[in-house]
């Protein structure tokens, strides 16, 4: 329908606006009703008033309302933000404080200029920002081998932050496949076994009830507006996926629709009526009629108590009962109204169908609940509909809250804190309802992730930290609106892309805590030069620190950015991550900073020993000081190959992980090494940035920074494990007592 309007005249019409309200279920519209742009006809014929076209729609407006707010900034971005305004600070508050000392202890003008301008280059990593990009790209790129496309970086590690998913029930925690699974005649009970839509199914049925069960499959076929065909080799329903299942349940029972057409064409038919709840058709001389069994029930001449005991049952174990009832029709006047055409019945059974859950959805959302994640559905289905599903999933909370749209409050903050439990169900919203969750959500603090495949989604899935929509049944609208987009629909490629994400978070704090270690080695010769008044030469110069920051260091901070994803990353919540916090700072300030400056100072104070020099002699300079500072250089890489690997967890000593598993890290490695040649027997090179090969001291001392850093680290994690041991047995103790 491709314009508002408003109807004056129908003919058995039914609408499918599952896009504009999240409704699976048909809606049969009468004379004086409004149909909007942007669903579609399932059924009949009518004819209306054009009331809007265009922008003026009431898909449109949606799609407007999708565009209305600006889209929330990513946690990543703000951690980033921070890390920036962090560094900015310290770096030029510390260039600014040594420009002072430097002047106070008599350098030159000139030279504490260039000093401060060294402090504040150390202390800047240049390489993070591009090495984040990098590390998002390569997660976007893995999410996408995931079957999870990414429109926006950022969203990559969006994900991992996110403490609460609103997500839609049909072809997201369901397979959005109807199939007739079970069937009940008065002659006995048949189970089919089959996949999806696909005609061949393994049907349970005793020799006896054969001949009902087949009865029962034609009546229930022809009575329904459904299709089913092959289309690239995959079996799928065209219209309403319900009326669908009936069609491939007769193929498989070896009924073929189109066959039963032409020898019995449909004369007149009775569509389904929400009033009524069933519907008919007269097809050659028989009458069939299916729909809700109490509506059927009420018009057979007789229903075993049998049946109804089936009936209970079906219902209480989540399936979609429909009764199937018929009778002759020989000289029935087809003018006839449908009430007075559906009596004198005869029950022919009972079909139980089920859209089934896709499998691994409730491992999925026991995944996300232990990681901290908080999951409510959010659909425009029938609230028994949504409740059978998420008990069936396991979503459903303790509470077994379940609401309509009709129910929610007015007030946003009552509104946050009604729907801020883990398992509610929320049914029947509109698309205003949807994005007042997701900002009601996020005004409580959540990062939420919202998904949908409706133009009525559209304006929460661009509200929220991050919408998901769906690539196989999403509408353009929605696409547009998203983050991401699941190309396989499924609830279990959400918590895949949430371990993504997590572990681009993990890997942002594995490059940045390599990163500022080397910081601090580039910091601490200035720090010499000026506390000494000159005296202690300048091992490292501004050229050598950006060669670290720009060149050497970051391909081993790319790799860091490729660590697979840890076994516990959903182990614990998300929230209160920060990327810079105390850990951080005490490992890169208290232990591999300080040791990685501790071996270069050594290496270059071994170099000037190798030469003669000795404690409390002037340092010797020109040539000595390029061979010295080579030696320095040279170390700070080389600790810095020991640091990558040690960077690879803040708790594991890498041997555990092994040392070959990132073999991107060992190619960037040996680049690093290869570099590092260059760098220093390279003559003009070397000469640029003003150092010499180191001798042999401080060469050797050079390649003791990678087992020394490693022995740092070891003893670190160590400690902390040791102290986290002593810490949590006190607390077991404190329990028992």
């Known amino acids: ?120 280059v150390a202390l800047v990593p240049e390489g993070l920002l591009p090495t984040v990009t990098l ?32 997500t839609d029930k049909t072809g997201t925690l369901t397979e959005n496949q109807m199939a007739v699974i079970e069937a009940w005649t008065p002659a006995g009970t048949a189970r089919i076994e089959g996949r999806g839509y696909e005609p061949r199914a393994r049907v349970d049925v005793a020799p006896e009830a054969r001949g009902a069960l087949l009865d029962l499959g034609l009546a229930a076929a022809r009575a329904s507006t459904g299709l089913v065909v092959e289309k690239e080799g995959r079996w799928v329903a065209q219209g309403n996926p319900l009326e ?29 009526d929400p009033n009524r ?48 009832a018929a009778r002759e029709a020989v000289g029935t006047d087809l003018a006839v109204s449908a009430d007075k055409a559906e009596t004198n019945l005869q029950l022919l059974g009972l079909v139980g169908i089920e859209d089934p859950p896709r499998p691994g959805v409730g491992e999925s959302i026991a995944s996300c609940r ?59 919203v509109s698309p205003e309802d949807k994005l007042r969750i997701a900002r009601a959500l996020q005004g409580r603090g959540h990062v939420v992730a919202m998904t949908g495949d409706g133009v009525n989604d559209g304006p929460a899935l661009h509200a929220a930290a991050i919408g998901i929509a769906m690539g196989q049944s999403g509408t353009d609208v929605a696409r547009e609106a998203a983050d991401m987009v699941l190309l396989d629909d499924n609830f279990r490629t959400i918590v895949a892309a949430v371990v993504e994400g997590r572990t681009t978070f993990a890997n942002t704090r594995r490059f940045l805590t390599y990163h500022l270690t080397s910081n601090v080695a580039e910091l601490t010769p200035f720090i010499l030069w000026a506390v000494s008044g000159g005296r202690f030469p300048l091992a490292l110069g501004v050229l050598q620190i950006l060669c670290f920051d720009v060149i050497t260091d970051a391909l081993p901070a790319l790799a860091l950015g490729a660590e697979p994803p840890s076994p516990r990353a959903l182990a614990r919540p998300p929230a209160g991550r920060h990327l810079l916090d105390w850990a951080v700072l005490a490992r890169v300030f208290g232990v591999l900073g300080p040791a990685e400056s501790f071996l270069s100072m050594m290496a270059f104070l071994a170099s000037f020993w190798a030469m003669g020099w000795r404690w409390g002699e002037a340092f010797p300079a020109g040539h000595a000081v390029a061979v010295a500072s080579g030696a320095a250089f040279a170390a700070v890489i080389l600790g810095q190959v020991g640091n990558a690997f040690a960077c690879r967890s803040a708790t594991v000593w890498p041997g555990r992980l092994g040392w070959f598993s990132n073999r991107l890290l060992l190619g960037a490695i040996a680049v690093e090494l290869f570099l590092l040649v260059v760098f220093l027997y390279a003559g003009p090179v070397a000469r640029l940035l003003g150092h010499s090969p180191p001798n042999g001291a401080g060469g050797l001392m050079a390649v003791a920074a990678i087992p020394a850093m490693l022995a740092v680290d070891a003893v670190w994690k160590r400690w902390k494990t040791a102290r986290r041991f002593r810490f949590g047995g006190g607390l077991q103790m404190k329990r028992g007592r």
């Open 1 to 120: 329908i491709s314009a508002d309007l408003l109807l004056l005249e129908t003919h058995s019409l039914s609408i499918d606006r599952s896009t504009l309200t999240g409704e699976s279920e048909p809606w049969n519209a009468r004379e004086g009703e409004t149909v909007f742009a942007g669903s579609f006809v399932t059924e009949g014929a009518a004819s209306g008033m054009v009331l809007a076209t265009g922008k003026k729609t009431r898909l449109a407006e949606i799609a407007a309302l999708a565009r209305a707010s600006p889209r929330p900034r990513s946690p990543l971005t703000r951690e980033l933000d921070q890390v920036v305004r962090i560094i900015a600070l310290i770096s030029v508050g510390v260039g600014a404080l040594f420009l002072t000392v430097s002047a106070l202890v008599g350098i030159r003008f000139n030279e504490a200029v260039l000093f401060a301008i060294g402090v504040t």
């Open 244 to 272: 669908g299942a009936f069609d491939a349940f007769a193929r498989r029972l070896g009924i073929n629709p189109a066959t039963e057409e032409r020898r019995q064409p449909i004369r007149r038919r009775f569509p389904f």
């Open 277 to 324: 709840r069933r519907m008919a058709v007269v097809a050659g001389e028989m009458l069939f009629v299916k729909g809700a069994p109490e509506a059927v029930f009420e018009r057979v001449k007789f229903v075993p108590d049998e049946a109804r005991a089936v009936l209970h049952e079906m219902a209480g174990r989540g399936l979609r009962v429909l009764a199937v």
């Open 135 to 166: 590390s998002l790209a390569m997660g976007a790129q893995r999410m996408a081998g995931g079957r999870a496309l990414v429109r926006r970086l950022a969203s990559v590690e969006t994900l991992g932050s996110t403490t609460f998913i609103c």
């Open 370 to 428: 232990q990681a901290g994640i908080r999951i409510a559905m959010v659909t425009g289905d029938h609230p028994v509909t949504a409740r059978a599903i998420a008990s069936e999933v396991g979503l459903l909370g303790a509470e077994g809250l379940v609401l309509e749209g009709s129910q929610l409050p007015r007030d946003d903050a009552m509104l946050g804190a009604l729907v801020d439990r883990d398992g509610v169900v929320i049914s029947r």
